[in-house]
C-alpha cells in the first residue's frame, strides 16, 4: 500500500500533463479551424471576384462583337446600296438612249 501511495503523485503529475496536452491541443484546433475559416472566405471573396472580372469581360466581348457586327452590316448596306444607285443610273442611262 505505501508503494501505491508512492506512485500517486507520479500519477496526478502524468494525469495533469495529459489534461494540459489535451487542452493545448483543444487550442491548437481551434486555432486552426479559425485560420482554416479565414482563408476559405479569402478564397470565396477571390473566386467572386474572378467571376464577376469574367462576366465583365464576356459582356465587353459582346458587346464590341455586336459593334463589330454592326459595322460590318452598315458596311455591307452601304456597298450595295451604291451599286443599287449605280444600276438605277446605268439603267436611266439606257432609258434615256432608248427614248432618244
Known amino acids: 500500500m505505501s508503494e501505491q501511495r508512492h506512485l500517486v503523485p507520479y500519477l496526478e503529475s502524468a494525469v495533469e500533463e495529459l489534461i494540459t496536452n489535451l ?3 483543444q487550442e491548437e484546433k481551434s486555432r486552426l479551424e479559425d485560420t482554416w475559416r479565414r482563408e476559405k472566405m479569402e478564397h470565396e471573396k477571390h ?3 474572378m467571376e464577376e ?4 469581360q464576356v459582356k465587353e466581348a459582346e458587346v464590341k462583337m455586336r459593334l463589330k457586327a454592326q459595322e460590318e452590316v452598315e458596311e455591307e448596306r452601304k456597298t450595295l446600296q451604291s451599286r443599287m444607285d449605280s ?3 446605268k439603267l ?4 434615256q ?4
Open 23 to 25: 487542452h493545448q491541443l
Open 47 to 49: 473566386l467572386k471576384r
Open 53 to 56: 472580372e469574367l462576366d465583365n
Open 87 to 89: 444600276e438605277f443610273d
Open 92 to 95: 436611266q442611262s439606257h432609258l
Open 97 to 100: 438612249l432608248m427614248e432618244k
